[in-house]
């Protein structure tokens, strides 16, 4: 309200300029020259001030939704919890928040370890839709239980795994994938199809864990340099661990090369759908594409 006061102000004292400038500039070119150049300026002004106040009200529109961010591993540092949320916020500047499944210190690292996640990946899924969330990201790359969750909540759910191989896959060029399992994970294979020439796990890394170990980066370092060795011109990461430990801003400093960081591209998803549902409603809510 006070922006808009003091437009009208601004307005209000010009409009009374112009009550008097004219007679004046009527007397010589000069000051004609020098009344245009002063509305000119005036109205780019006005301008800029109305351009800031509808993204002050776009930016509102966002604490109107939230979106959760499912971690599939249990940890009870606060920074460790929220990195992935605070990543997805720092660049598309949604609302997050941030939940680990109990009781699986490792995360998911094989099958059974992510049979056991899948119905703690649902009750926690269902648990945030009533706290609020108006999406659901489940932060691993290989998006353990997407479909019992879809069918259990009534918001949109995104994959870690999925969006990331649909990012390469819009790239277009060979793509190496450095994961944590003995394969790389179904969904990102079925998607890649022929553009995935190579995967690789780094060496003494067999779990999320093993990630956060002071030689974890470094590890992940060399075997990306594996990777492009094999023929990759995209790297991908098949967990979001990788992300955790920033390894992606440290390959980016010196590889010419595009690397996909599965946080940020299920971000990056997830923001494209939450901005469409206010190009098409003109308010808060997925309520719309569903």
């Known amino acids: 309200m006070k922006s808009f006061h003091a437009i009208f102000v601004y307005i209000s004292i010009y409009f009374e ?44 529109q966002w604490e109107e939704i939230m979106i959760g961010v499912i971690r599939v591993f249990t940890a009870k540092d606060p920074e460790v919890v929220n990195s992935h949320g605070n990543k997805i916020n720092s660049l598309y500047g949604i609302p997050v928040i941030n939940r680990c499944i109990p009781d699986q210190p490792q995360g998911i690292h094989d099958a059974a370890t992510e049979l056991a996640a899948v119905p703690k990946i649902v009750a926690l899924g269902i648990e945030m839709e009533e706290e609020g969330a108006e999406l659901i990201v489940i932060s691993c790359a290989a998006d353990p239980g997407i479909k019992e969750l879809r069918e259990a909540v009534s918001i ?117 759908i939450v901005n469409s549902s206010f190009n098409r409603s003109g308010q808060g809510g997925l309520g719309v594409l569903l």
């Open 156 to 272: 949109p759910v995104i994959g870690a795994g999925s969006a990331a191989a649909l990012t390469a896959l819009a790239i277009g060029k060979p793509v190496g994938i450095i994961g944590i399992t003995e394969k790389p994970p179904i969904v990102m294979e079925e998607i890649l199809g022929e553009k995935l020439v190579a995967y690789l796990v780094p060496e003494g890394v067999a779990n999320t864990t093993d990630l956060m170990k002071p030689e974890g980066k470094e590890k992940g370092r060399q075997a990306v340099l594996t990777l492009l060795e094999q023929g990759a011109e995209t790297i991908v990461f098949a967990c979001t661990g990788f992300t955790t430990i920033g390894l992606a801003d440290m390959l980016r400093k010196d590889m010419n090369i595009p690397i996909i960081d599965a946080v940020e591209a299920e971000g990056l998803i997830s923001a494209y």
């Open 17 to 60: 300029f112009l009550g008097e400038i004219p007679a004046h500039c009527a007397q010589s070119t000069m000051g004609f020259f020098i009344f245009c150049i002063f509305g000119t300026l005036f109205a780019i002004y006005i301008i800029g001030k109305i351009d800031t106040l509808t993204n002050f009200r776009k930016l509102n």
